[in-house]
């Protein structure tokens, strides 16, 4: 089975800290991806990696970056905390094709005061 | 642009009801998917159909690909509380295939 997992399930923040959100995942996929997650907004694509060292904006890039140094981790980062990221954030993996089948960590409640 | 659309949004229903959640679209994808998400927990895949008027069974849950590929249902016999979450449709579109483009969502709710 698929494993994909999260450094943390809840994260409390301040405004203007730097958060870091990690991903990792075991089984040797191509692709990882983070979302965000909000009633009413549905999930929303933050950034894409599709190899290592390589990144792709997703629909809601600003405020985030992300790194991938190695295939099997993706990290998240909020530069500078705010308000408006209080949020769920998920990561997932797929391999590169047919289906592209993504594979869902549990998730990362950050809540920002 | 939300390119999936599904229906409805809420749906609230007793324990051994049926019902269909529908996701649909203009456009065409070359293979859909089914994710369940639970309070608190990432979306777990449930069914991908690739090929147009597909239909596959996973216990009481069937879920059938369109003839065009642009749309799908996913039907549920006698639910049961288990069944609650949130059921949310990706389609992997043919010319930009590495990302899904995920459906608005269906929030059922199953009482005993």
């Known amino acids: 089975d698929v494993k994909v997992t999260q450094s943390s399930r809840y994260l409390v923040k301040r405004t203007g800290e730097k958060v870091f959100l990690e991903c990792v995942q075991d089984?040797?996929?191509?692709?990882m991806f983070w979302y965000r997650q909000d009633p009413g907004l549905g999930l929303r694509l933050i950034y894409f990696?599709?190899?290592?060292?390589?990144?792709e904006k997703g629909d809601i890039p600003e405020g985030y970056s992300v790194s991938r140094e190695k295939k099997e981790r993706f990290s998240l980062i909020l530069e500078s905390a705010s308000t408006n990221q209080t949020s769920m954030y998920l990561c997932a993996s797929s391999l590169f094709g047919p289906t592209y089948e993504q594979y869902f960590g549990p998730g990362t409640r950050l809540t920002v005061t | 642009t939300q390119l999936l659309e599904q229906s409805p949004q809420f749906l609230s229903i007793q324990e051994g009801e049926n019902l269909t959640v529908y996701c649909n679209s203009s456009s065409v994808f070359s293979s859909l998917q089914w994710y369940r998400q639970e309070p608190g927990e990432g979306p777990v895949l449930l069914v991908t159909v690739v090929t147009g008027g597909e239909v596959k069974k996973l216990k009481r849950l069937t879920f059938q690909f369109g003839d065009a590929r642009k749309d799908s249902s996913l039907h549920i016999t006698a639910a049961q509380p288990g069944d609650t979450g949130l059921y949310l449709c990706?389609?992997?579109?043919?010319?930009?295939?590495?990302?899904?483009?995920f459906g608005t969502g269906t929030r059922l709710q199953v009482f005993p």
């Open positions: 089984m040797d996929h191509e692709n």
């Open positions: 990696s599709y190899d290592v060292k390589m990144k």
């Open positions: 990706a389609g992997a579109r043919s010319y930009n295939t590495d990302k899904l483009i």
